[in-house]
């Protein structure tokens, strides 16, 4: 029985083709019982979503809103097959999760080997936490070379609630993440599933996830999603060195309290 605890890859009505309210989102969070609602709008590259001015204003927010720890971040779009990413590094510098992911909005889908190269690129650059939906069969994957480099770099690769809801959009999405999940498993790699919510009524909805790990057996100390504090804790050891003051400081004065 799978319980989890966070949802870190959602979006609001600021990504453009989302419909949902940050106030919607976070209250969706709170009756579903999750712990982190984690709102990463998408990057500049994906038409109709926010500016760079919308990203660097995230310290108004507070993030702690009805019982759940809410963290912004971005969904970087990863450019080329040398893996530039969407975002200037200062602003990057700002983000508390940056998800990573080709978007065919801005980028061109080549062989294997270069879609390979661009994925691992970008994780090898030191900016990305999470790797978003690596299961489009239109921009094929060598998932071998990918789960390594993931656990080489300390990135999470996404199973994703919402390429599997609509595989008419992601050619072969099952069979890629049966592929990659399969790996993930023989080599001891973590996974984090995600909702990829762009309604309130899809947070923390990963069904269509929880039956493809249930099918492959997939271990549950492997899934990130289990358990907040740690998730937090893989964040915080990430971010080493960035500019992120106030991270979490509300998990900070809880843990004092105990």
Not at 60 to 87: C, F, K, W
Not at 119 to 136: E, F, L
């Amino acid at each position: 029985m799978f319980h989890f605890e966070l949802d870190v890859h959602t979006h609001t009505i600021a990504s453009g083709h989302a419909y949902s309210t940050l106030g919607e989102m976070v209250n969706a969070a709170s009756r579903r019982g999750l712990k982190i609602l984690g709102v990463t709008e998408h990057a500049e590259g994906v038409p109709g979503t926010c500016s760079y001015l919308y990203f660097s204003n995230y310290s108004v927010v507070p993030r702690h809103q009805a019982g759940v720890d809410l963290l912004l971040g971005v969904e970087l779009n990863i450019l080329d097959y040398e893996g530039t990413l969407s975002m200037p590094e200062r602003l990057m510098n700002q983000m508390e999760l940056r998800i990573a992911g080709i978007h065919k909005f801005c980028y061109v889908p080549g062989t294997k080997e270069q879609n390979t190269d661009a994925i691992v690129n970008a994780m090898k650059s030191g900016w990305v936490d999470i790797v978003s939906h690596p299961d489009d069969g239109s921009v094929p994957l060598d998932y071998d070379i990918v789960t390594d480099a993931a656990k080489e770099y300390d990135v999470l690769l996404e199973l994703n609630n919402n390429s599997l809801a609509h595989p008419q959009a992601r050619p072969n999405v099952r069979e890629n993440n049966l592929e990659m999940l399969g790996l993930c498993k023989r080599k001891g790699i973590k996974i984090l599933v995600s909702s990829d919510a762009h309604h309130e009524s899809q947070v923390g909805i990963v069904d269509n996830c929880l039956t493809l790990l249930d099918e492959v057996g997939f271990p549950l100390d492997l899934i990130v999603n289990t358990d907040a504090e740690a998730f937090l804790r893989h964040l915080e050891k990430k971010h080493a060195g960035t500019k992120l003051p106030n991270l979490y400081p509300h998990t900070h004065e809880r843990q004092v309290e105990k």
